[in-house]
């Protein structure tokens, strides 16, 4: 029995009420200063995730080459619809809808295999540094090919959920906009620690969702804090982003101030980018008791103290 579960049913045990009257908003204030800590220790494990990107550089490579990979991925998927079609857009309307959704979920299965590839061995640099062992660009690559194969089955599950998703999206009109929208939020929560799950616990895609789902359980309020904290991160950083861009389009050229803009906003989505996995895998290592001593070790026992 959890903390929580505890206080309320003391609460409930109490006898008299004037004290359940004196108890409760006790009980209600500890609730509240839980639920806030756990945002601030998001906000702190957030921070320290930057700390580890800044002493280990080369990880930033990761989230470039898949967003170079997707760039490539995209490219060569419009280059063979526009060839399929004699290179005419009125023809991309002529094709059946069972040929659409096939495109579609292909398109999916490469998407999400390039990103969790990607993010499996920025995942497993980031625990090499934990453990105090060298990291590599190399070794990062070679965990992921070992993984090759988890990773290609968790790709085709997670497109074969999109397709479905994209099926009810279009033939559902304004309720299936609104099914997907709250699905899509329920998805994105319960995978947001697929990436270690399934590089290192062999798990089938299923079985991987619902361990992601069951760490998110646990820890939610950190996740929370930290999915706030990285968004206004990068709300704030594309923000002043705007004055140099700004100033160098109205005193150089508009073309050098929108090409200043769009390098940055670039670069400020891939140290972001990196920073989430790095949070994600350090969340993740501690749970399963692996050392994250290169993680501000007293922070990281404070954060992650297990449950009572």
Same mark, same amino acid.
Request: proline share 3%.
């Given at each position: 029995?959890?903390?929580?579960?505890?206080?309320?049913?003391?609460?409930?045990?109490?006898?008299?009420? !004037?004290?359940?009257?004196?108890?409760?908003?006790?009980?209600?204030?500890?609730?509240?200063?839980?639920?806030?800590?756990?945002?601030?220790? /998001?906000?702190?494990?957030?921070?320290?995730?930057?700390?580890?990107?800044?002493? $280990?550089?080369?990880?930033?490579?990761?989230?470039?080459?898949?967003?170079?990979?997707?760039?490539?991925?995209?490219? +060569?998927?419009?280059?063979?619809?526009?060839?399929?079609?004699?290179?005419?857009?009125?023809?991309? !309307?002529?094709?059946?809808?069972?040929? #659409?959704?096939?495109?579609?979920?292909?398109?999916?299965?490469? $998407?999400?295999? %390039?990103?969790?590839?990607?993010?499996?061995?920025?995942?497993?640099?980031?625990?090499?540094?934990?453990?105090?062992? !060298?990291?590599?660009?190399?070794?990062?690559?070679?965990?992921?090919? +070992?993984?090759? /194969?988890?990773?290609?089955?968790?790709?085709?599950?997670?497109?074969?959920?999109?397709?479905?998703?994209?099926?009810?999206?279009? #033939?559902?009109?304004?309720?299936?906009?609104?099914?997907?929208?709250?699905?899509?939020?329920?998805?994105?929560?319960?995978?947001?620690?697929? %990436?270690?799950?399934?590089?290192?616990?062999?798990?089938?895609?299923?079985?991987?969702?619902?361990?992601?789902?069951?760490?998110?359980?646990?820890?939610? /309020? !950190?996740?929370?804090?930290?999915?706030?904290?990285?968004?206004?991160?990068?709300?704030?950083?594309?923000?002043?982003?705007?004055?140099?861009?700004?100033?160098?389009?109205?005193?150089?050229?508009?073309?050098? /101030?929108?090409?200043?803009?769009?390098?940055?906003?670039?670069?400020?989505?891939?140290?972001?980018?990196?920073?989430?996995?790095?949070?994600?895998?350090?969340?993740?290592? $501690?749970? #399963?008791?692996?050392?994250?001593?290169?993680? $501000?070790?007293?922070?990281?026992?404070?954060?992650?103290?297990?449950?009572?």
């Amino acid at each position: 029995m959890d903390w929580k579960t505890r206080r309320i049913v003391l609460f409930c045990c109490i006898p008299d009420r !004037e004290y359940r009257s004196k108890a409760g908003p006790f009980i209600i204030k500890q609730l509240h200063m839980n639920f806030f800590t756990r945002l601030s220790n /998001g906000w702190q494990i957030a921070l320290n995730s930057f700390a580890v990107l800044k002493e $280990n550089k080369q990880l930033i490579l990761f989230p470039i080459l898949s967003g170079i990979s997707m760039i490539l991925v995209i490219s +060569s998927f419009a280059i063979a619809l526009f060839a399929a079609s004699g290179w005419d857009t009125d023809n991309l !309307e002529q094709y059946g809808t069972v040929t #659409n959704y096939l495109v579609l979920f292909v398109y999916y299965v490469v $998407n999400y295999f %390039v990103i969790v590839f990607f993010n499996t061995a920025l995942v497993h640099c980031t625990h090499l540094y934990f453990k105090g062992e !060298e990291v590599t660009i190399g070794k990062g690559i070679r965990f992921s090919m +070992s993984r090759i /194969g988890v990773i290609f089955s968790w790709a085709v599950f997670a497109a074969t959920v999109g397709t479905l998703l994209r099926l009810l999206q279009d #033939n559902l009109g304004w309720l299936g906009k609104i099914i997907t929208g709250l699905i899509g939020i329920v998805w994105s929560v319960t995978t947001f620690f697929v %990436v270690p799950v399934i590089a290192y616990e062999n798990l089938g895609p299923i079985a991987a969702f619902k361990r992601s789902a069951t760490l998110m359980k646990e820890k939610w /309020g !950190e996740s929370l804090g930290a999915t706030f904290s990285f968004g206004i991160v990068q709300l704030l950083a594309i923000f002043l982003l705007v004055i140099p861009s700004g100033l160098a389009g109205y005193f150089i050229h508009p073309v050098v /101030g929108i090409v200043l803009f769009i390098l940055g906003v670039f670069t400020i989505l891939v140290v972001m980018s990196a920073a989430r996995v790095i949070f994600v895998s350090a969340v993740y290592h $501690n749970i #399963n008791g692996d050392p994250v001593k290169h993680f $501000n070790q007293e922070l990281a026992d404070h954060l992650f103290e297990p449950k009572k």
